[in-house]
């Protein structure tokens, strides 16, 4: 699946209009960070990549760091974008959707250029001095937690903060074990959900 990489090359080479230098300066960063590292890339190759001019950059952001939330914050917007899109079109019943959230991430795990969740990549480079990509993580973890908290009570899941804390973990497995060579990653996080919510629905 391309979808999760196109939507970098949307931010990029968008079809329909310019991009504003902000912009250009974002998009390059979505690239750049993801691809190589947040620690390798720095401000010049980014404004070089925008095709602007260092005061241009520090017009739009104060320092690095302000790019850096600004990268956080945009990743976890198009990933939310993405993966409910996805999920929504796959499936219509809540229950499946619990599950097949499991099959989109082997989706992108199969994408040749993916590194791994750029979250919690950024959260590992950075995030020890930087309380503000912090925050974009937790805000980013607490927006997934309440997709997954309002598909399972739709699903009649009897307890869901047990439900949701259990599908964290095992995306955030599947990501640690994707990003390190294991291709089953997703499809085994896929059957321990299954095995858990099948207990965490009410008996018949």
Sequence with gaps: M???TEEASAQKHPQDRVLGVRER???AAF?????HGIKSVGIDRIIAEAGAAKASFYHHFRSKDELIVAYVELRYRALMA????EITSRASDPHERLLVAFDVLGDF????EFSGCPVNNAVAEVGRGSP???DAACRFKADVAASVAETARDAGVVRVDELVGAWILLIDGAFVG???GDED?????KATARVLLEGLLPST
């Design 2 to 4: 391309r979808r999760f």
């Design 178 to 180: 994707a990003q390190r």
């Design 25 to 27: 300066l974002l998009a």
């Design 132 to 134: 503000e990509v912090r």
């Design 82 to 85: 993405v993966f409910t899109h």
């Design 31 to 35: 690239v750049l960070f993801y691809k």
């Design 109 to 112: 795990f199969a994408d040749p």
């Design 185 to 189: 990653a997703a499809a085994s996080a």
